[in-house]
């Protein structure tokens, strides 16, 4: 069973006996949610996301694309590999790099 965690995304649909898993287990989302493309899927649980995000440059007036890496939790019951493009939103810190978890994969 999974539990309504607040944001309309499309649960998985397997399930999972992880307590960190937003739908299966406890953990809650909050705050920030982000969009990015994944680059590294390496670690069993973990996975590095890249978003791109447009930078205001003052001197000059214009707008430069920029780009940041943030680690993010990927819960079992949710299957992703390098070059998926996932939804992600903000939880409580899960270790030293890790403050969020991955709630859906895009098309």
Do not use: W
Not at 64 to 83: F, L, M, N, T
């Amino acid at each position: 069973m999974t539990r309504n965690i607040g944001i309309s995304v499309d649960p998985p649909k397997t399930e999972c006996n992880d307590h960190l898993c937003p739908f299966h287990g406890t953990l809650s989302v909050r705050g920030k949610i982000i969009e990015g493309k994944i680059v590294s899927s390496k670690a069993p649980k973990m996975v590095v996301i890249q978003r791109e995000h447009p930078k205001m440059i003052v001197k000059f007036k214009r707008y430069a694309r920029s780009q940041s890496k943030i680690h993010a939790y990927k819960p079992s019951c949710i299957d992703v590999k390098e070059g998926d493009r996932v939804m992600t939103a903000e939880c409580k810190p899960i270790s030293k790099s890790i403050s969020f978890v991955v709630l859906e994969v895009l098309s």
